[in-house]
């Protein structure tokens, strides 16, 4: 079956940088819409980037200026360079795929992300 493999979680101080990975299998990587999502506890699960088949992308207010997201394309992984942290970015970030043609939806398993001094 389809599987989004999240990485690059972990614990970082304010200010520093963590790169997440998303690495896919059993899709057609290059057709699908990509994105970040992340789910702080006690709050709803929200949209932090997204990057189209295409190349666009775009991202949440709250991490514009901090946060870049890139695909590659021939290793069916999508990235999240998360730079500036700050406490509030702590939260568990989910990969996501989505082919909106067909309606395919997955997500991964999310991987931590914990911002502390």
């Known amino acids: 079956q389809v599987q989004l493999v999240e990485s690059g979680g972990g614990l970082v101080q304010p200010g520093g940088s963590l790169r997440l990975s998303c690495t896919a299998s059993r899709i057609t990587f290059r057709v699908y819409d990509m994105a970040w999502y992340r789910q702080a506890p006690g709050k709803q699960r929200e949209l932090v980037a997204r990057?189209?088949?295409?190349?666009?992308?775009d991202f949440a207010d709250s991490v514009k200026g901090r946060f870049t997201i890139s695909r590659d394309n021939a290793k069916n992984t999508v990235y999240l360079q998360m730079n500036s942290l700050k406490p509030e970015d702590t939260a568990v970030y989910y990969c996501?795929?989505?082919?909106?043609?067909?309606?395919?939806?997955?997500w991964g398993q999310g991987t931590q992300v914990t911002v502390s001094s």
């Open positions: 996501n795929a989505q082919y909106l043609i067909t309606g395919h939806n997955y």
């Open positions: 990057i189209v088949s295409s190349g666009s992308s």
